[in-house]
């Protein structure tokens, strides 16, 4: 059985984990977009247009999701004093 001192150890790792390939992620795709464009409308065949908005809803939906499954937990255990 986990410990909440382990659980709390766990979610802030995960937490440093998803921030850092958060801010990776974006880093990339902000300086190398066009590499990046072209190889994703070739995999995907879709036009380079589209893909702004799809790298926009993937960078959108994996902050709420980091946020709200690993940050918001760590800090809430954290206030608790774990």
Same mark, same amino acid.
């Given at each position: 059985m986990i410990t909440l001192s382990q659980l709390t150890e766990l979610l802030g790792w995960a937490s440093i984990i998803n *921030?850092?390939? $958060? $801010? $990776?992620?974006? *880093?990339?795709?902000? &300086?190398?977009?066009?590499?990046?464009?072209? $190889?994703?409308?070739?995999? &995907?065949k879709l036009e380079e247009k589209e893909l702004g908005a799809k790298y926009y809803d993937f960078l959108s939906n994996y902050k709420i999701a980091t946020l709200v499954l690993t940050v918001v937990p760590y800090l809430a255990l954290k206030a608790m004093g774990q």
């Open positions: *921030i850092a390939y $958060l $801010l $990776l992620v974006t *880093i990339v795709i902000t &300086f190398a977009r066009e590499p990046i464009s072209a $190889l994703h409308s070739n995999m &995907f």
